[in-house]
């Protein structure tokens, strides 16, 4: 638990570091933002959503939730009556809890009221729970503390009610402004259900395809665990034939493991052609940018050797080590020498 460090990134939005896996949860560049750009702006989320009338995400590695929430904020904006079902994956039960209390002004409020009230998971949290939690983390400048507020029975139940009354007939002749600041429950076509435990084994217990997969673990450098062959070959399966899997990764082990699983694989850019992730999909005309001759090549050298986890539940020192002796006996040339030979020809 103390492991977790809050810290303002630089789009204002808060994020997290874990002292423990020395890795940040979120770029330093905007937890927001990554969000937005590397996943829902990358994998074509933004004009799916406008053109569909139901999506299903897989959501993996929830944290404090980024992704599911700007995607909830996007398909606000968007397409409100779009039937949306997320399924959230995370070890971490207690980040999750903390989620609705972090909010960001990009990201519509209601959202993280929905998370609070109509989730499964205000069951297990209490509000001393919560501020403990984040008086123990030293986040507590970061809390909303109305939407805390919403953790004592009395209150949820009386914002239940209000909602529900704005539902009814009488809604047209509430006046505009409390209208406005009451906000009307618009997630009612919406599921997001949670998965508390490691998403090896979380996966082999989901029936749906999914029209995008979000996967947001920690570096595969600090955390291989979800990034195996096998893992990759488990996403193959619950990918729906049209939908994508996103990652901000752009190792070439996690490119080689996703080519190895049988995904077509691309590269992600932002509008100023800066590399920001990977792409993977079923179908090859999904790939918008296909991988240079350049990445291929670097996947054919020993940074392209892939994490292997045949029973889902290696430890990452298994993981790590593994690896690194299949590295260090590979015949194939290393990295830095195929970057040399390759400037040299080009
Ligand atoms: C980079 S952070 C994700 C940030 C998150 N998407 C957000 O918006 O806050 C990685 C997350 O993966 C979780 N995690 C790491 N390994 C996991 C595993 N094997 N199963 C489930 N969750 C895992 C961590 O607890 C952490 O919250």
């Not at 074509?44 to 569909?52: A, Q, R």
């Not at 919403?150 to 505009?176: E, V």
């Not at 790939?287 to 054919?300: H, P, R």
Request: net charge positive; aromatic share 14%; with cysteine.
């Amino acid at each position: 638990m103390g492991e977790v460090i809050f810290c303002v990134t630089n789009d204002s939005s808060v994020g997290l570091y874990n002292e423990v896996v020395g890795d940040i949860y979120h770029s330093t560049y905007g937890a927001y933002s990554e969000s937005y750009e590397k996943f829902l702006k990358a994998s074509g989320f933004l004009s799916y959503i406008k053109e569909h009338d139901k999506i299903r995400i897989l959501d993996i590695c929830y944290g404090i939730g980024y992704n599911t929430k700007v995607a909830l904020d996007e398909i606000l904006k968007l397409n409100k009556v779009l039937d949306t079902k997320i399924d959230a994956l995370e070890y971490d039960k207690s980040l999750v809890n903390i989620s609705p209390f972090i909010t960001h002004q990009k990201i519509d409020n209601v959202i993280n009221k929905f998370l609070i009230c109509n989730t499964n998971y205000h069951s297990q949290m209490s509000f001393w729970n919560i501020l403990a939690y984040f008086y123990k983390t030293r986040g507590i400048l970061h809390i909303n503390w109305a939407n805390l507020t919403l953790l004592c029975p009395l209150i949820r139940k009386f914002y239940s009610a209000l909602c529900r009354f704005q539902h009814n007939i009488y809604y047209n002749y509430i006046p505009f402004r409390t209208k406005m600041g009451l906000k009307t429950p618009k997630l009612n076509k919406t599921t997001v259900t949670f998965h508390f435990d490691d998403a090896r084994q979380s996966i082999l217990k989901l029936q749906s395809k999914y029209n995008f997969i979000f996967l947001d673990a920690f570096t595969p450098k600090k955390l291989p665990t979800l990034w195996s062959y096998e893992f990759f070959k488990e996403l193959y399966k619950l990918l729906d034939e049209d939908g994508v899997l996103v990652t901000y990764s752009s190792s070439a082990a996690v490119r080689g493991a996703m080519l190895e699983a049988g995904f077509f694989v691309g590269t992600s850019f932002d509008a100023n052609k800066k590399v920001i992730g990977t792409i993977a999909a079923k179908k090859k005309n999904l790939i918008k940018n296909e991988l240079s001759e350049f990445d291929l090549g670097l996947i054919k050298t020993r940074a392209g050797i892939f994490y292997r986890d045949e029973n889902l539940n290696a430890t990452e020192a298994n993981l790590t080590a593994r690896r690194d002796d299949e590295v260090r006996n590979s015949d194939r040339i290393t990295s830095s020498r195929y970057k040399k030979d390759y400037a040299k020809k080009i």
